[in-house]
């Protein structure tokens, strides 16, 4: 009898363990189906929009793609207590005489928005899923690379290729599933971003990029939404609230943008990964504070140096402005512009193209490699030494940009004769159309920089060189 039963469990069970990896081959079916589709849908709109100029007809295309993720309640429910999983789930955080079951609830009602689920947003949208928040948006157009994954902990290698949305939304779902995320696989802009930003109570900053970074505010102050906004590069970072409790705005702050070639991105300047981690993390602490009205002095700019002793510095800021033109007395900006327009870049300018050469001052990198070992020449490699350190062509000659003036004479001697031609490379064809204009005050032969730097003769010529 004992072993009747025994084979009957048996079966049961292995007929189970069939059943879940069934069910596990066909949802990942369902995945690949659904990115597929995504795929297809995101080519037919661009089609329309591209080929359309009805400004209407583009902003209900566009409101249609930011929820078909998932329907968006037309009301949020209040919750009024808290289930046994959550009791189970939080324990160690609900006895925090700082939080306690008030503050929990306080999370559980509360929706916060993260836009770019990157560096920052990574560390912050799963630090904030975890602790309870009830409903969390994530908004990216981007799709998982390689690169992101030293620093951007919400992706994984199985995921390249995918919308970063959508694998930041299965990371979250994975790790709490009491936790509504929905996934905005779109490009934020001015059509969109009012009608995403109002629907959530805090809004989280994590881009890369400046024309967003106004977007996003000037949207938080129409909509009166607090903005929580971090930035990270290099070694450094740093952390700041802005249209909360009488504190500024960005444009208070910042009424102008940079010049676009001005600004420094970590693709061009490079980021420690664990440096985003740490402004990611401070990100969800402080929009945690917010939820659960914990936070006494939020008009502050924390600036944090991994190279600093101490690690952190805070900086009172003033009150916001008056005669800002958006959360002033009397704001003469009233409605979302063109920030693209506005700022002269926009987030799909990661690392803009330089254009200060004419094309007979540039060679594209077959040509150049076709008479590197028959002409006599002088290649110089314009990157600083760090990155001429990670990988460079056989016989160039380092001289950082930022040295190349005062090091005139360095060149002269490395020519064979005054007309010997000179050729520049960068990493992406940019530093080398500055040093070229610098260097054709000073020689008399030939000076022309490599189209497209390392990064296309990886490309074009090797594809055996690093790319990094």
Same mark, same amino acid.
């Given at each position: 009898m ?7 469990e048996?079966?049961e069970?292995?007929?189970l ?7 596990k081959k066909?949802n990942? !079916?369902?995945?690949i189906?659904?990115?597929e589709?995504e795929e297809?849908?995101n080519?037919? !709109?661009?089609?329309? *929009?591209?080929n359309?100029t009805?400004?209407k007809l ?5 409101q249609?793609t930011?929820?078909f993720?998932k329907?968006?309640?037309?009301e949020?429910?209040i919750y009024?207590d808290?289930?046994l999983a ?5 324990? $160690?955080?609900l006895i *925090?005489p700082?939080l306690?079951?008030s503050g929990q609830?306080k999370l559980?009602?509360?929706?916060? *928005?993260?836009v ?6 990574s560390p912050?949208a ?6 309870g928040?009830g409903?969390?948006?994530? &908004?990216d157009?981007d799709?998982?690379e ?6 951007q902990i919400?992706h994984?290698e199985?995921r ?5 949305a959508?694998?930041?939304?299965m990371?979250?779902?994975g790790l709490?599933?009491l936790?509504n995320c929905?996934a ?9 971003a009012l ?7 805090i809004v ?11 977007l996003l505010?000037d949207?938080?102050v129409?909509?009166?939404k607090?903005?929580v906004s971090g ?5 450094d970072?740093q952390l700041?609230?802005?249209n ?9 702050l910042?009424?102008k ?6 600004? *420094?991105n970590?693709?061009d ?9 740490v402004?990611?993390?401070?990100q969800?602490?402080?929009a945690i504070?917010i939820?659960?009205?914990?936070d006494?002095s ?6 944090f140096s991994?190279?600093s002793y ?11 402005k008056?005669?800002?033109v958006?959360?002033?007395?009397h704001p003469?900006?009233t409605?979302l512009?063109d920030?693209?327009?506005f700022c002269g870049s ?11 050469l004419g $094309? ?6 077959k &040509?150049y490699h076709?008479?590197r070992n028959e002409?006599p020449?002088?290649l110089i490699?314009v990157r600083e ?11 160039s000659i ?6 190349l003036t005062?090091?005139?004479e360095d060149?002269?001697?490395?020519l064979e004769?005054?007309n010997?031609?000179?050729?520049v490379i960068c990493?992406l064809g940019?530093?080398s159309?500055h040093?070229v204009?610098i ?6 032969g030939?000076?022309?920089?490599i ?8 490309l074009e010529?090797?594809q055996?060189?690093p790319?990094y």
């Amino acid at each position: 009898m004992n072993i009747e039963m025994d084979k009957s469990e048996n079966q049961e069970l292995i007929e189970l363990i069939e059943l879940v990896s069934r069910l596990k081959k066909e949802n990942e !079916q369902l995945i690949i189906r659904v990115n597929e589709l995504e795929e297809k849908l995101n080519i037919q !709109q661009n089609s329309l *929009l591209n080929n359309n100029t009805n400004s209407k007809l583009k902003e209900s295309v566009l409101q249609k793609t930011i929820t078909f993720d998932k329907a968006l309640p037309t009301e949020t429910p209040i919750y009024k207590d808290l289930t046994l999983a959550e009791y189970m789930l939080y324990g $160690r955080q609900l006895i *925090l005489p700082d939080l306690g079951k008030s503050g929990q609830l306080k999370l559980k009602n509360t929706s916060i *928005l993260i836009v770019g689920a990157g560096g920052l947003g990574s560390p912050a949208a799963i630090y904030l899923a975890a602790a309870g928040v009830g409903k969390l948006g994530i &908004v990216d157009y981007d799709k998982v690379e390689k690169s992101n994954l030293h620093r951007q902990i919400i992706h994984n290698e199985t995921r390249e290729g995918i919308s970063k949305a959508q694998s930041a939304k299965m990371t979250i779902e994975g790790l709490n599933s009491l936790c509504n995320c929905v996934a905005y696989e779109i490009l934020l802009d001015s059509l969109s971003a009012l009608e995403i930003v109002q629907q959530y109570d805090i809004v989280v900053d994590a881009t890369d990029n400046v024309a967003t970074r106004y977007l996003l505010n000037d949207a938080c102050v129409i909509s009166g939404k607090p903005l929580v906004s971090g930035s990270a590069l290099r070694m450094d970072g740093q952390l700041t609230v802005y249209n909360y409790k009488g504190g500024p705005c960005y444009r208070c702050l910042f009424p102008k943008p940079p010049p676009p070639e001005s600004v *420094l991105n970590c693709a061009d300047g490079g980021i420690l990964g664990v440096v985003t981690g740490v402004i990611g993390c401070l990100q969800a602490l402080q929009a945690i504070k917010i939820a659960t009205e914990n936070d006494e002095s939020p008009n502050n700019l924390l600036i944090f140096s991994a190279t600093s002793y101490p690690l952190f510095r805070s900086i009172k800021l003033r009150s916001k402005k008056k005669d800002c033109v958006i959360c002033g007395d009397h704001p003469s900006i009233t409605k979302l512009q063109d920030y693209v327009q506005f700022c002269g870049s926009g987030a799909l300018d990661k690392s803009p193209s330089v254009k200060e050469l004419g $094309r007979e001052d540039r060679i594209e990198p077959k &040509v150049y490699h076709s008479l590197r070992n028959e002409t006599p020449h002088v290649l110089i490699d314009v990157r600083e030494t760090v990155q001429y350190d990670i990988c460079s062509l056989p016989s160039s000659i380092n001289i950082p940009l930022k040295d190349l003036t005062k090091r005139i004479e360095d060149v002269k001697k490395l020519l064979e004769t005054p007309n010997t031609s000179v050729y520049v490379i960068c990493r992406l064809g940019n530093d080398s159309q500055h040093a070229v204009n610098i260097l054709k005050n000073y020689l008399k032969g030939e000076v022309k920089d490599i189209i497209g730097g390392l990064y296309k003769w990886s490309l074009e010529v090797d594809q055996e060189f690093p790319i990094y």
